[in-house]
């Protein structure tokens, strides 16, 4: 059985594929299913890449990515090494599933290819990565933003202890004042 037509959405950073779909058919619905999944699994991504497929420059995908305030980049024309992470995704899963398979049935591809993508995402090592999987990459990379957003809590938990104490402070001195003059507060 032919790939036909798949889509996936990946971490270019990572190289770990999001969330993915197959289908044989150039509708657009796919895409938009594939897009929403990683969206609300992983949250928005500040620029979407794409090229200039039919299924991405439909207002149903577009619309997606303008609802949740995504950058829409676009690959040029003709520009196939612009998207050539995706390009090498596909060569790499038609020639490591696809072609060594030849599954019989839809069923049989759909679940291999999930196996497949489970593997590539926390198996699969790869030279660019520094011999890392797209999952520990991906978790390291987003690691340190946790991290990022803990000692910024922590700095403005210190903050909002530091303003306490002088709040009280201040409070305990006018009180300090009003008794000394005999004011009341």
Known sequence: MALSI???SSDWYSRKVLAWRLSNTMDAGF???????????????????SDQGSQFTSDAFTGVLIEHGVTISMDGRGRALDNIFVERLWRTVKYEEVYLKQHGSLQELLMGLTRYFMFYNQERQ???LG?????????YKYRHLVENVFARLKYFR???TRYDKLKRNFEGAVALACAFLWLPM
């Open 6 to 8: 798949g889509w996936r």
């Open 126 to 128: 790869h030279q660019s």
């Open 31 to 49: 895409c938009v299913d594939c897009l929403e999944e990683a969206i609300k699994a992983y949250g928005t991504p500040e620029i979407f890449n």
């Open 131 to 139: 011999y890392e999987t797209p999952e520990v990459v991906y978790l």
């Open 158 to 160: 210190a903050i909002a």
